[in-house]
């Protein structure tokens, strides 16, 4: 490839150095005759140097589009890829809002009735209904001539009860007979007269048991492990309550509600509910300044001879139960009700 651009090249240059010395001719008079055959190509020259390192030349001209090649033929099918893991469920979109009600259609005009269809065929007997309602008793028919005694038949059912007939008259008693079933229950009976009034009856007695007392100046601040002897008395009609033992005894058996207000001063309060020598219930209050208020009640079954009262628990530390003119500790009892 080099050498042909080599012999073209010098055969261009050969032909420039023709045409020159044919025009010097023409000047100088000299007649020149055709050109000789051309010479032996020379040998090839020294490579010239390598371009690569030279300057980047302009951009060319784009080339003209060439023509679409012929379709490949197809691939083979490539084997079937893995299943993909399943996504994550996506955020629940917004209901939408509901669209407005649209008008109502105009009505339709009234389609033509149709023809009348075959008739059926006849339906299969039904089932026999129901047994219809006794007819009432017809009247009575004339009495016929006394038929032969026939075979005694067997006992049949017993049939319904008749309506009750008119009272006969009052035969005489006879002999008990025996005790027969229970029978129906009668309808009732018309109200009778309403009777004369009786005598009037004696008021029942009602039980009564009730007291509420409380203390005194000479009275406060009393002994531990004791009963506390109140001495105010507030309510005592029946004198259950005994203000020199401090106790009360149960006169009527059944349930009592006892109760007790407690005015606490410069020591502190322990007291316990006692019955028949048994502590029920303890109030306990700490006295901090100035005067404290403390209560307690509950509800006790009580036999007759049955013994309650109050007493200070814990030593003489703890009965700072207070009263004077301006402050009451009380005690308190009655009977709910009778057993």
């Known amino acids: 490839m ?10 261009l240059v050969d032909m420039s150095h023709a045409a020159e010395k044919e025009d010097s001719g023409k000047k100088d008079g000299c007649v020149y005759g055709h050109p000789g055959i051309p010479g032996t190509p020379g040998y090839n ?12 030349g302009d951009k060319g001209d784009p080339g ?14 490539g084997n079937k890829g893995e299943l993909g893991a399943p996504g994550t469920d996506g955020i629940k979109g917004r209901r939408g809002d509901s669209g407005e009600r649209g008008p109502p259609g105009k009505m339709g005009p009234q389609g033509f009735p149709g023809p009348h269809g075959l008739k059926g065929e006849k339906g299969e007997v039904g089932l026999p209904g129901p047994q219809g309602i006794k007819g009432d008793e017809g009247p009575q028919g004339p009495e016929g001539p006394q038929g032969i005694i ?3 038949g067997e006992k049949g059912f017993p049939g319904a009860m008749g309506s009750p007939g008119r009272p006969g008259p009052k035969g005489d008693i006879g002999p008990p007979g ?28 009602i039980p009564k048991s009730a007291f509420s007392v409380g203390l005194t100046v000479q009275t406060k601040l009393p002994a531990s492990n004791a009963p506390i002897r109140f ?6 009609r029946q004198n259950h309550y005994n203000p020199q033992s401090g106790r009360f005894t149960c006169a009527v058996t059944g349930a009592y509600y006892f109760t007790y207000h407690i005015t606490v001063f410069s020591r502190n309060v322990r007291v316990a509910l006692m019955k028949n020598g048994q502590s029920m219930i303890y109030t306990m209050d700490n ?10 009640g509950t509800v006790l079954h009580l036999e007759v001879g049955d013994k309650v009262w109050l007493q200070v628990s814990g030593g003489q530390l703890f009965n700072g139960l207070y009263a004077d003119d301006d402050d009451d500790t009380t005690f308190s009892g009655f009977l709910l009700f009778a057993e």
Do not use: W
């Open 150 to 152: 026939g075979y005694q």
């Open 64 to 77: 003209y589009l060439g023509t679409c090649g012929a379709a490949g033929k197809e691939g083979p099918k």
């Open 178 to 205: 025996h005790r027969g079933t229970i029978g129906y229950r009668g309808d009732k009976g018309t109200k009778g007269e309403t009777g004369e009034k009786g005598s009037k009856g004696d008021m029942p007695e």
């Open 45 to 56: 020259g020294v490579p010239g140097r390598d371009g690569r390192d030279g300057a980047k």
């Open 287 to 296: 006295y901090q300044n100035s005067e404290d208020q403390a209560a307690g």
């Open 231 to 236: 001495d105010k008395i507030i309510y005592n």
């Open 2 to 11: 080099l050498f042909a651009k080599s012999f073209v090249i010098l055969l």
